[in-house]
């Protein structure tokens, strides 16, 4: 497993998605822009439209995956909320954002009532607050 994780270092890197493929469509891209203006014909216009559907295929196909997980971090503390909380709690799951329960999934299952409250009479707003007032963290290593 990886090191015990924080906020300070929870964010997740993909090499071959972050630093291999993304910085190569860019490049692809920025190339074939470059081309086109500098000689144009319709061969690189070709060219500059095929790359731009490259661009926009991989970022769209990232994205896919982010919404896919979003889903299932808002089920799986669907689940967890019925099993931990008190029913007065669980029962106002949907009335916190999205955004929210994704960062609210780092609380250990001890501290996340009085998260879960603080949230819901609007204490903590923001992701970042959320997962600052977590004492207890709980790491997530299987993102995508």
């Known amino acids: 497993m990886a090191e015990q994780q924080t906020y300070a270092n929870h964010t997740r890197w993909y090499p071959l998605v972050h630093f291999v493929i993304f910085p190569l469509i860019v490049i692809n891209l920025i190339w074939a822009i470059v081309c086109t203006v500098m000689y144009f014909d319709w061969f690189r216009v070709q ?3 095929l790359s731009m559907g490259t661009a926009l295929l991989v970022f769209a196909s990232r994205q896919q995956a982010l919404i896919v997980q979003d889903r299932l971090i808002r089920f799986e503390e669907r ?3 019925r099993e931990i909380l008190p029913v007065e709690l669980s ?3 949907d009335e916190i954002d999205v955004n929210k329960i994704i960062a609210l999934r780092f609380a250990s299952d001890a501290e996340l009532a009085g998260l879960v409250q603080q949230v819901l009479e609007v204490k903590l707003t923001t992701s970042k607050e959320i997962k600052m007032a977590i004492k207890d ?3 997530d290593y299987l993102r995508v």
């Open 91 to 93: 029962s106002r799951f």
């Open 137 to 139: 963290w709980k790491g």
């Open 47 to 49: 060219y500059l439209i």
């Open 79 to 81: 689940v967890r909320y």
